[in-house]
């Protein structure tokens, strides 16, 4: 990898997404070759909290993500200082932590490692534009942090992706 290759940090929810709906691997194997052979390159990458997130569940792509050549990037002390920068900078941060569901434990960590790799964030989570809400999603932080952050359509678009389609059996 050159030091001008951008990289991209994955959150679950591209993967979760692009596989139940729009690139499901029964009509779009090859969306998923593509993305092995960017995780081979050192272009895209998973926080080791989204691969955790996506492999709690035993489903197809749970066992896609396991053997895929995507590199899992794990939590060290550089990428938790970098979390606590993101906590320290604006108090409404924290509120990207779902705690009363459960949910959006990796949100944080995936602009951290961001933050660490000097990476894009891809995230299928839209901005809250509302003054009044008190949540916060990864693109409102990745805004106030200064971070690059895009939809999978948009990194596809950077990468300059094609794909091509084929007329089954």
């Not at 994955?10 to 979760?16: G, K, Q, T």
């Not at 678009?157 to 084929?166: D, I, N, Q, R, Y």
Request: glycine residues 4%.
């Amino acid at each position: 990898m050159t030091n001008s290759q951008k990289t991209y940090c994955l959150d679950a929810n591209v993967l979760i997404q692009a596989w139940q709906k729009y690139y499901a691997p029964r009509f779009c194997p090859t969306y998923w070759e593509v993305l092995n052979t960017l995780g081979k390159r050192g272009v895209i990458f998973l926080p080791e909290l989204v691969y955790e997130e996506i492999v709690r569940t035993e489903d197809d792509l749970s066992k896609w993500v396991k053997s895929s050549d995507i590199e899992i990037r794990k939590m060290d002390e550089s990428v938790t200082f970098c979390l606590k920068h993101i906590f320290d900078a604006n108090p409404i941060h924290k509120h990207l932590v779902d705690n009363i569901r459960g949910r959006s434990q990796a949100d944080p960590w995936v602009i951290a490692h961001a933050i660490k790799e000097n990476a894009i964030v891809v995230t299928k989570e839209k901005k809250i534009t509302a003054a009044s809400s008190k949540r916060i999603r990864i693109p409102n932080v990745c805004d106030n942090m200064g971070i690059k952050c895009i939809d999978d359509f948009q990194m596809i678009t950077e990468l300059g992706l094609t794909f091509s389609c084929t007329i089954g059996k």
